[in-house]
Nanobody, 113 residues
Framework: VQLQASGGGLVQTGGSLRLSCAAS????????MGWYRQAPGKKRELVAA???????NYADSVKGRFTISRDNAKNTVYLQMSSLKPEDTAVYYC????????WGQGTQVTVSS
């Protein structure tokens, strides 16, 4: 399995970013996927998740601001982030729930105040 997250960067408060995660596994369309983040000195936390059928759930802190989606034809999961806040600053990782021990390289998101 390989998960390649991209799309991070530096953005001002209130700005938007779209993260992408390209997956290599052929079972992608059958697997639930998630986005997690880890800020310095903090534990990794769930941001959003999506099932193979498209059902989603979000951390309370991002509800109404972030949207997770997937394109099974492209083996890609997305995280659209809007109204970004400094507390959203973290390394963001995508995760395949069929490969619990695997964490690919994340992508850094920095929100300046």
């Amino acid at each position: 399995v390989q998960l390649q997250a991209s799309g991070g960067g530096l953005v001002q408060t209130g700005g938007s970013l779209r993260l992408s995660c390209a997956a290599s596994q052929s079972t992608f369309k059958l697997n639930a996927m998630g986005w997690y983040r880890q800020a310095p000195g903090k534990k990794r936390e769930l941001v959003a998740a999506i099932t193979s059928g498209g059902d989603t759930n979000y951390a309370d802190s991002v509800k109404g601001r972030f949207t997770i989606s997937r394109d099974n034809a492209k083996n890609t999961v997305y995280l659209q982030m809007s109204s970004l806040k400094p507390e959203d600053t973290a390394v963001y990782y995508c995760h395949d729930y069929d490969y619990l021990d695997y964490w690919g390289q994340g992508t850094q998101v920095t929100v300046s105040s």
